[in-house]
């Protein structure tokens, strides 16, 4: 059976009378752990992030799906990066992880933050200041953050963004290998040959709505999707 992660039905979204979210209906759900959020600047990607982890409000419409729902004190359903890393600076990294570490026994957090910092490649900087690592460690950090407490899914906004491009290739072999073991992903990326060789499922936004939803194969093949945003060099 079916679960549905995170829904938007018909959802509007104003900011000064300007509609970034126009209508948005679009559902995650668990058949797939890597789900790819594309469109053009300003078509309304970031906007729907938000609104899902309550930074904004929708004027019309309505939100849900189990990712919503905080499962108990130990589990959080949703995680989120964003696209400038947010970490605590002055903290190490290990102790970035263990900020957000609320419900959990202090050996469990322990424990799931040396395995994150492990398969994320981390362990060489666990004791630095979050601040001095390179912008592709900080989204990195950021990562194990959203995933210390086994959220349903996660939110990624702009992983590759600002890295250099070697680490680009090692953030992808990251997610395979964490949706190989369990998690899920929405994942807004401007890399399109990153996210579209890296998801298998994809929804494209073009001005606050559902422009398509298919397989990568299938966003390649739609005029409109490539008129909209791909443009004729990844067809």
């Known amino acids: 059976m079916t679960t549905t992660l995170l829904s938007a039905q018909d959802v509007e979204v104003t900011f000064g009378g300007v509609r970034a979210l126009d209508g948005l209906t679009l559902n ?15 078509s309304g990607k970031s906007t729907f992030f938000n ?21 108990s004190r130990r589990v959080v359903a949703l995680g989120r ?8 600076g ?5 102790e970035n992880l263990l900020a957000v570490s609320g419900g959990m026994s202090r050996r469990e957090a322990r424990d799931r933050a040396e395995e994150l910092l492990t398969l994320l ?6 004791d630095r200041r979050a601040g001095e690592l390179s912008i592709g460690q900080q989204k990195l950090v950021e990562l194990a953050r959203a995933l210390l407490r086994r959220p349903e899914l996660v939110l990624l906004d702009e992983m590759a963004a600002g890295v250099h491009p070697d680490l680009r290739g090692e953030i992808a072999g990251h997610l395979r290998r964490l949706a190989d073991q ?12 990153l996210l579209l060789d890296l998801c298998t499922r994809v929804f494209c936004l073009a001005q606050g709505r559902l422009l398509a939803e298919g ?7 739609n005029e409109r999707v490539v008129a909209e945003y791909l443009g004729a060099g990844h067809v």
């Open 51 to 71: 609104l899902v982890t309550g930074l904004c409000k929708a004027s019309r419409g309505t939100v849900g799906g189990t990712a919503l729902r905080r499962r």
């Open 121 to 126: 490649r981390l362990t060489g900087v666990v």
């Open 28 to 42: 995650v759900t668990d058949e797939h752990h890597l789900w790819g959020l594309i469109g053009p600047n300003g």
């Open 90 to 94: 002055r903290m190490t990294v290990a």
């Open 182 to 193: 369990g998690s899920r992903f929405v994942i807004i990326e401007h890399d399109m040959a």
């Open 81 to 88: 990066t964003f696209q400038s890393p947010r970490v605590f």
């Open 215 to 221: 397989t990568p194969d299938e966003m390649r093949r």
